[in-house]
T-cell receptor, first 111, second 113 residues
Framework: AQSVSQHNHHVILSEAASLELGCNYSYGGTVNLFWYVQYPGQHLQLLLKYFSGDPLVKGIKGFEAEFIKSKFSFNLRKPSVQWSDTAEYFCAVPGAGKSTFGDGTTLTVKP | EPEVTQTPSHQVTQMGQEVILRCVPISNHLYFYWYRQILGQKVEFLVSFYNNEISEKSEIFDDQFSVERPDGSNFTLKIRSTKLEDSAMYFC???????????FGPGTRLTVL
């Protein structure tokens, strides 16, 4: 069965700092990976997804993630965060009709 | 851009009562899901639905839960006899295919008193 772990529970950054949120997965089959974002009071939104091909995927709002198969990782990055990036971020792996979510990382960006 | 919609946005009920949460998935999607998120906890998969039947369900989805697609547009989650621990945000989601990341609705906050 697939599983996803996110190492950082709460990350606090100042505006313009660079961001990297860790995600490791355990899955034996074909890997598809997703990052979702949940802004305060809002629903889950898909940030980006990896299916195949270029392991560096670009998402919305300047986010990107790199799939490193040898490390079973799919870390989320952004070179310069903004206050509006304050949200909860979830890594997820779909499989056989359901998605398994990581515990989530709360990102707080201080203005 | 089409979106998944859910009603109501907030439902308050007494323990032991039945509730029905409603969802309208994106029209050309074939796979439908319910997830829940207890406050402060991770998003948990409840059930997936395809071709008018449940394709997978989690341990959480016991006999108190049921899903239905009563017509061509709605997808409902029924909890027969609510418990305090059912209080959570319930998200409906839909996807075109089985492997694609689902599109989530805004959620229904269920409060069981």
């Amino acid at each position: 069965a697939q599983s996803v772990s996110q190492h950082n529970h709460h990350v606090i950054l100042s505006e313009a700092a660079s961001l990297e949120l860790g995600c490791n997965y355990s899955y034996g089959g074909t890997v598809n990976l997703f990052w979702y974002v949940q802004y305060p009071g809002q629903h889950l939104q898909l940030l980006l997804k990896y299916f195949s091909g270029d392991p560096l995927v670009k998402g919305i709002k300047g986010f990107e993630a790199e799939f490193i198969k040898s490390k079973f990782s799919f870390n989320l990055r952004k070179p310069s965060v903004q206050w509006s990036d304050t949200a909860e971020y979830f890594c997820a792996v779909p499989g056989a009709g359901k998605s398994t979510f990581g515990d989530g990382t709360t990102l707080t960006v201080k203005p | 851009e089409p979106e998944v919609t859910q009603t109501p946005s907030h439902q308050v009920t007494q323990m032991g009562q039945e509730v029905i949460l409603r969802c309208v998935p994106i029209s050309n999607h074939l796979y439908f899901y319910w997830y829940r998120q207890i406050l402060g906890q991770k998003v948990e998969f409840l059930v997936s639905f395809y071709n008018n039947e449940i394709s997978e369900k989690s341990e959480i989805f016991d006999d108190q839960f049921s899903v239905e697609r009563p017509d061509g547009s709605n997808f409902t989650l029924k909890i027969r006899s609510t418990k305090l621990e059912d209080s959570a945000m319930y998200f409906c989601a839909s996807s075109e295919g089985i492997a694609g990341g689902p599109n989530f609705g805004p959620g229904t906050r269920l409060t069981v008193l």
